[in-house]
């Protein structure tokens, strides 16, 4: 297997464990007609297996010594491409469009896992579904439901376009180097009934992070002076609930009463 030190900078830990690596290759169950993209494939470890099945394998990897490693270990494989790109700064005509949806899969650079995730929110067309390796704090949040101690802005974001599930803890030491904190893997899928609209909506971003940012106060403190007490009885919500236990349907109601619109 190649090695290769990681790079602070880059967030990066190595999965290295045989036993994980099996793991999570259950769970993404590739099939012979899937086209994958693979975020941050690192040294390779996952892209071995997964190019022994799959009709297409696109890798999308920042770090220059991996990218060269792997084209070399590809070199000659017509339905693998190694994308030299940060992914957050990718040229998207380089996903092919008649290849969507795409499965996409990665162990997730740690210090850019959300930007990462909150993209794909905004990509939603081209997810069939996604396999994430991410710090276990962070699968928390995409997963935390209504009145969880995680929930918040990402949480809800990503539950306007996607089912979100928690499937597999991995400790420190199936990585090189051992991260400080356990990791989880989770699988999102779109949702038949897309909230889309909701991120849509120029205010939306906006409520969401005015409450958030404010969690032990109540609704009607944080909207103090923009939404009267009448307001909050027409809307049906309680203003004396703090954020987390706000619904997202709540806070797209929100966002249309400050603009003085009747929800869709």
């Known amino acids: 297997m190649y090695r290769k030190p990681a790079k602070k900078s880059l967030g990066q830990h190595f999965l290295n464990d045989s036993y994980y690596v099996d793991q999570i290759l259950q769970l993404v169950d590739p099939h012979a007609d899937d086209c994958i993209v693979e975020i941050g494939p690192g040294t390779g470890c996952l892209t071995d297996h997964l190019i022994r099945v799959v009709q297409q394998l696109?890798?999308?990897?920042v770090d220059h010594?991996?990218?060269?490693h792997l084209r070399q270990q590809y070199a000659g494989m017509n339905?693998?491409?190694?994308i030299d790109s940060d992914f957050l700064k990718l040229d998207t005509s380089a996903l092919p469009k008649s290849l969507m949806p795409f499965r996409w899969v990665g162990n997730l650079p740690y210090n850019v896992s959300v930007p990462i995730l909150l993209q794909l929110a905004e990509w939603v067309d081209w997810v069939e579904d996604g396999h994430f390796l991410v710090q276990k704090e962070v699968a928390q949040r995409c997963c935390a439901q209504v009145g969880e101690r995680h929930y918040g802005r990402l949480g809800v974001v990503l539950q306007c376009v996607f089912t979100l599930e928690s499937c597999l803890s991995v400790p420190p030491a199936a990585f090189d180097p051992p991260p400080k904190v356990d990791s989880e893997m989770f699988v999102m899928r779109p949702l038949m009934d897309s909230?889309?609209?909701y991120l849509a909506h120029p205010l939306f971003p906006s409520v969401l992070s005015k409450s958030f940012s404010h969690r032990r106060k109540t609704m009607r403190t944080i909207f103090r002076g923009s939404i009267t007490d009448g307001q909050w009885e027409n809307l049906g919500i309680d203003?004396?609930?703090r954020p987390?236990?706000?619904?997202?349907d709540d806070f797209y109601r929100i966002a249309c009463c400050l603009a003085n619109e009747i929800p869709s």
């Open 58 to 61: 696109i890798a999308i990897e």
């Open 65 to 68: 010594d991996c990218v060269e």
């Open 79 to 82: 339905h693998v491409s190694i």
């Open 195 to 197: 909230k889309r609209h």
């Open 239 to 241: 203003s004396q609930l």
């Open 244 to 248: 987390e236990k706000i619904h997202r």
